[in-house]
């Protein structure tokens, strides 16, 4: 089945870039996104990104996607105390139409 | 996008009993999702429900023990039975609106806690 891998934890300093990565397995992806969730709350849509796409810019986000190494990345500009969270790349089954998250990536922003 | 109303946020529950999670859309969709989130883990998708059907349960999810109902294209359920502290975790449900276009919708889940 699909497989969907992250690091588990980044630690960056508040104005610094951050990058989270992610790999997947499925190459029929159609469409891979990026979740953040904060302690105690639900899933936050950031971002997404369509297969025949390589790069998408929205705000602060930039999403990379190297299809032919089934590599996605997040990278956050200038990030913030309240950027910490934990980061979730999805990769969306054609199949079953629902979603593979990987295991998630706990960025802490330190001041 | 879609508005989830997921219901109750959070329960505390004896081991042996069973809970009932409700989970209303304020658009039709076709298909509803079903993920659990263990302790400190990602989100493993438990089922999808289709209206006028039988739920498609994933691998390691049973209809005993996980039952869904699915009575209109608005509103789902999920049934936690026969509970142990295992069973403790957050329980989401999720739909998709735009065919993958805008990100799928979440709930703002149920945090269950088996005593």
């Known amino acids: 089945g699909e497989d969907v891998e992250q690091s588990l934890f980044l630690s960056v300093r508040e104005g610094d870039s951050s990058v989270i990565n992610c790999t997947y397995t499925d190459s029929s992806s159609t469409y891979l996104y990026w979740y953040k969730q904060e302690p105690g709350a639900g899933l936050q849509l950031l971002t997404y990104?369509?297969?025949?796409?390589d790069m998408k810019q929205d705000q602060r986000l930039t999403v990379l996607l190297n299809k032919k190494d089934k590599h996605l990345s997040l990278r956050i500009a200038d990030t913030q105390t309240g950027d910490s969270a934990i980061y979730f790349c999805a990769e969306r089954d054609t199949g079953r139409r629902a979603l593979t998250f990987g295991s998630g990536t706990r960025l802490q922003v330190q001041p | 996008s879609a508005v989830i109303s997921q219901k109750p946020s959070r329960d505390i529950c004896q081991r042996g009993t069973s809970l009932t999670i409700q989970c209303q859309v304020d658009s039709q969709v076709t298909m509803m999702f079903w993920y659990r989130q263990q302790p400190g883990q990602s989100l493993t998708l438990i089922a999808t429900a289709n209206q006028g059907s039988e739920a498609t349960y994933e691998s390691g999810f049973v209809i005993d023990k996980f039952p869904i109902s699915r009575p209109n294209l608005t509103f789902s359920t999920l049934t936690v039975s026969n509970m142990s502290p295992e069973d403790s975790s957050i329980y989401l449900c999720?739909?998709?609106?735009?065919?993958?276009?805008?990100?799928?919708?979440f709930g703002s889940g149920t945090r269950l806690t088996v005593v």
């Open positions: 999720s739909v998709d609106l735009s065919g993958g276009d805008y990100g799928y919708t």
């Open positions: 990104i369509f297969s025949n796409m």
